[in-house]
């Protein structure tokens, strides 16, 4: 339910920023739509990291609840896998903003 939620506020806030963009009295520029999908591509490639990263964190902090004695191995795998969800993040950022 929270991630309806929060799915429906992002897609409100969007409309809204969208809505006073198009306020202006001048035309867009042709690249404007272009900026537009790029932006709703990074917004999808943070929502992909956020639900990964937290998935990931959820399921290490109910390995470590069965078996504390381990819990240093796993908080270190968390983190490493962590980090490399964030570095494919930032590429693909990256990409999504250079391209054009």
């Known amino acids: ?20 963009a198009s306020a202006q009295t001048t035309a ?3 690249s404007a739509t272009l900026f537009d999908l790029r ?8 929502l992909g990291a956020a639900l990964g990263i937290g998935g990931l964190t959820r399921s290490a902090v109910e390995s470590m609840a069965r078996q504390p ?5 796993i908080q270190t795998a968390m983190i490493i896998a962590a980090a490399l969800i964030e570095g494919v993040t930032f590429f693909a950022l990256i990409i999504i903003m250079l391209q054009g």
Do not use: Q, R
């Open 1 to 20: 339910m929270k991630l309806v939620k929060s799915a429906v506020l992002a897609f409100g806030l969007m409309l809204l920023a969208h809505g006073s």
């Open 28 to 30: 867009p520029a042709p």
């Open 39 to 46: 932006a709703i591509g990074a917004g999808i490639v943070i």
């Open 69 to 73: 004695e381990i819990s240093a191995n």
